[in-house]
């Protein structure tokens, strides 16, 4: 879900010319969601093999990111770990929705209704542990750096960009500004094109940058914070009742520090569980990053599993051989 202050935030278009050569952290739970949702046939069904086994990550993981490995830009990907015990209420949410779209893809198989099972299908997306260790294993025989987050990745990859050791985050959801990632990139691995009343619109990449945000707002990081638990996180889900982004950021200026906004609100959450759920956040701090050549074999052999042709896993490895005119140390 995220942070429900995204209308607030200040964003700006960025080329891919842009970020070449810089080092990103990414929320690997949120693109591996992405490829799942988006990469499926007409009728919702993810993509799988002659056994029955989903490959719509392993599809997106081999076009999309080759493509941006192409375009000079080094991703580190982080995975989420144990999620915070006040996330519990969230994902017992996530689970009864699913179940309830599940009942309704039935009765949509049933009825022959492909626009609803394509709709139905999507709410039902599992991140499965199968899923989750196949991501890692192709993700390093990509010959990216793969980091397993303590907890929450989204903090763990903001801990990685705010101490310089990548530029920025890569996510769909502005959840790492929380945790003073100074930048976030979007759209970087969605579809180029996206249907909108039956037009199809050009996904340009965006940059969120936090220095900029909070000086667009007249907030600082505390107050940015604040202002996400008086909204809503997946920690307080709806957070106070009636108190909508514009209305939080007004009560935040107003008031100045937590103690005071929340002594002049009706909630029915203890604000400090969720303020120190932030706060306390695990991180992993001995992380290692390192960009190494692909694993050819390798990837031939997770691809040829899944009965991916030898003519696409020829074009990718090709896509992968570092440009003769450039040394390796250019291309990693």
């Known amino acids: 879900m995220g942070v429900a202050i995204s209308e607030l935030i200040k964003k700006d278009e960025i080329s891919f010319d842009q970020l070449k050569g810089k080092k990103l952290s990414v929320d690997a739970s949120n693109v591996i969601y992405q490829f799942l949702a988006s990469i499926r046939q007409m009728d919702g069904t993810p993509l799988m093999d002659s056994n029955n086994n989903v490959t719509s990550h392993i599809m997106g993981l081999s076009t999309r990111i080759p493509n941006l490995?192409?375009?000079?830009?080094?991703?580190?990907?982080?995975?989420?770990?144990?999620?915070?015990?006040?996330?519990?209420?969230?994902?017992?949410?996530?689970?009864?929705?699913?179940?309830?779209?599940?009942?309704?893809?039935e009765k949509a198989k049933k009825e022959k209704d492909i626009e609803a099972m394509s709709k139905y299908s999507r709410q039902t997306i599992k991140l499965t542990k199968d899923i989750k260790d196949e991501s890692m294993e192709f993700i390093r025989a990509l010959g990216l750096p793969v980091i397993q987050a303590p907890s929450e990745?989204?903090?763990?990859?903001?801990?990685?960009?705010?101490?310089?050791?990548?530029?920025?985050?890569?996510?769909?959801?502005?959840?790492?500004?929380?945790?003073?990632?100074?930048?976030?990139?979007?759209?970087?691995?969605?579809?180029?094109?996206?249907?909108?009343?039956?037009?199809?619109?050009?996904?340009?990449?965006?940059?969120?940058?936090?220095?900029?945000?909070?000086?667009?707002?007249?907030?600082?990081?505390?107050?940015l914070l604040t202002l996400s638990i008086l909204v809503g996180t997946d920690y307080n889900i709806g957070g106070v009742k009636g108190i909508g982004p514009k209305t939080?950021?007004?009560?935040?200026?107003?008031?100045?520090?937590?103690?005071?906004v929340f002594e002049n609100v009706n909630a029915d959450f203890d604000w400090k569980d969720i303020y120190n759920t932030f706060k306390e956040m695990k991180i992993k701090k001995?992380?290692?990053?390192?960009?190494?050549?692909?694993?050819?074999?390798?990837?031939?052999?997770?691809?040829?599993?899944?009965?991916?042709?030898?003519?696409?896993?020829?074009?990718?490895?090709?896509?992968?051989k570092p440009k003769k005119q450039k040394n390796l140390d250019n291309w990693f």
């Open 69 to 105: 490995m192409e375009k000079g830009i080094k991703l580190c990907f982080v995975f989420d770990g144990e999620p915070p015990e006040l996330k519990a209420a969230e994902s017992k949410r996530r689970r009864d929705l699913k179940a309830v779209a599940a009942e309704k893809l």
């Open 153 to 223: 990745a989204e903090a763990q990859a903001a801990y990685m960009a705010e101490k310089g050791d990548v530029w920025g985050t890569l996510s769909q959801d502005v959840d790492a500004l929380l945790y003073s990632t100074p930048r976030l990139i979007r759209n970087l691995t969605v579809s180029q094109k996206r249907k909108v009343r039956g037009n199809y619109i050009k996904v340009l990449p965006e940059i969120i940058n936090l220095k900029d945000t909070l000086d667009s707002l007249g907030i600082n990081n505390e107050q």
């Open 248 to 260: 939080g950021l007004k009560l935040v200026k107003e008031h100045k520090t937590i103690e005071k």
């Open 286 to 320: 001995d992380y290692k990053i390192e960009w190494k050549s692909p694993d050819q074999n390798k990837i031939r052999e997770i691809l040829s599993k899944h009965d991916f042709s030898e003519e696409r896993i020829n074009r990718l490895l090709e896509k992968l």
